[in-house]
Nanobody, 115 residues
């Protein structure tokens, strides 16, 4: 059984930065894609960034150039460095792990960008 625990959310002013972390417990492999999704109030959950097999990275167009995803396989942890945050980045951010045919989700961490 895999569990994902996110941390690092909070309140930040526009233009500020936050770093999210997601630690996975259990046996996972570096080939298992890990990434971040977000869900704003009244909207569907959307992909933010994902690291897939071989280290390839995909970003949503809305965060390219501002967010950076990284992964520490030794710690089973994925990070999301978020810079130049905008009010429209406000959402609950969820960590995701694709363990072969199974999708695992964290409980989410709230990011609020407001002045």
């Amino acid at each position: 059984q895999v569990q994902l625990v996110e941390s690092g959310g909070g309140l930040v002013h526009p233009g500020g930065s936050l770093r999210l972390s997601c630690a996975a417990s259990g046996s996972i492999f570096s080939i298992n894609p890990m990434g971040w999704y977000r869900q704003a109030p009244g909207k569907q959950r959307e992909l933010v960034a994902v690291i897939i097999s071989g280290g390839s990275i995909n970003y949503a167009d809305s965060v390219k150039g501002r967010f950076t995803i990284s992964r520490d396989n030794a710690k089973n942890t994925v990070y999301l460095q978020m810079n130049s945050l905008k009010p429209e980045d406000t959402a609950v951010y969820y960590c995701n792990l694709k363990y072969f045919a199974i999708n695992y989700w964290g409980k989410g961490t709230l990011v609020t960008v407001s002045s």
